[in-house]
């Protein structure tokens, strides 16, 4: 399952895995999380001359998934006929073992109903394809010495570096309180908003406080894609996102009411997602028919002969 969603299409594509960082740091956390010290120091020295993996060989793969296949159940095979051979000892195995895991995620992250909501993708590897802006992440093309409108936190430059924000007016915000949930605030000086002609549109404190940006963590990735965002590439390919994927999904989920499944197994899952999206095919082929049939009685559309 990992390999299909890294993209890859064989065993030899385990490489794919092996060459993401940010995947093989989270299964190095994984592997070692919850043992002894004296245990993970063993699966450290399990290495020689310094080489070491993350993931199996493609060889080692090989070998395991060899172990699952039955030729004696091979051998009832016949041509043309669908065969589903008897599973052997290591099959038996793996089954109670994928119940066992099943189990244990359940009961640390239980949920009663599956929804549209979830999916089955990785989020925890170092790849940045889409990282959310928000409409407060835009920044406004008018310049504050052209018109009154407010300051905004894009106006704000992040510097990396030096982990600060810089103002329109050149000062300072430097990084004064972070919170258990990984958001940080920065504030600039009081004399230096004090003395700033921005001072009106800028500083919101009722008090008189100088002027506070929040944000998080992900704040130079984000900056990062708001410059990618600006790229008329970009900006093609997010139509696609709002064109194709978005309206469906509204309407399923918001004018349908569909916000959970009624059944548990990918299959029946599946099958009933399927009973959803013919639903949403069969009003839009409705709704398409009243428009013809609409235009047709205003002789704005000629029906072709077949």
Request: proline residues 4%; charged residues 35%; positive net charge.
């Amino acid at each position: 399952m990992l390999l299909n969603l890294a993209g890859g299409d064989c065993v030899e594509d385990i490489k794919k895995l092996e060459a993401d960082d940010g995947f093989c740091e989270v299964l190095k956390k994984a592997e070692i999380h919850g043992l002894r010290r004296k245990v993970r120091r063993a699966l450290l020295r399990r290495w020689r001359k310094e080489k070491t993996r993350t993931v199996p060989s493609p060889s080692s793969i090989f070998r395991y998934l060899a172990k699952f296949h039955n030729k004696e159940q091979e051998g009832l095979r016949q041509p043309g006929k669908a065969f589903i051979p008897a599973p052997n000892e290591h099959l038996q195995g793996l089954v109670k073992i994928n119940k066992d895991l099943a189990a244990f995620s359940g009961f640390q992250n239980s949920e009663s109903t599956a929804t549209l909501d979830m999916d089955a993708t990785l989020v925890a590897t170092n790849k940045v394809d889409y990282i959310a802006t928000g409409k407060g992440e835009k920044k406004d093309q008018r310049f504050l010495d052209e018109c009154n409108r407010k300051v905004k936190k894009p106006d704000f430059v992040y510097d990396a570096d030096k982990d600060c924000f810089i103002c329109p007016a050149g000062h300072m915000l430097e990084l004064r309180n972070r919170t258990g949930d990984d958001k940080k605030i920065y504030q600039a000086r009081s004399e230096d908003c004090d003395q700033c002609s921005y001072r009106s549109r800028c500083c919101k404190s009722k008090k008189g406080n100088p002027r506070t940006v929040s944000t998080d963590s992900k704040e130079p990735l984000r900056q990062e894609m708001v410059e990618k965002m600006k790229k008329e590439s970009s900006r093609e390919i997010y139509k696609k996102r709002k064109t194709i994927v978005e309206p469906v999904f509204g309407q399923i989920k918001k004018n349908m009411g569909f916000r959970g499944f009624s059944v548990r197994g990918f299959i029946k899952a599946g099958g009933e997602f399927s009973l959803v999206c013919a639903a949403h095919n069969i009003k839009k082929v409705v709704k398409s028919i009243g428009y013809k049939l609409k235009h047709l009685e205003e002789n704005k559309l000629v029906p072709m002969a077949a």
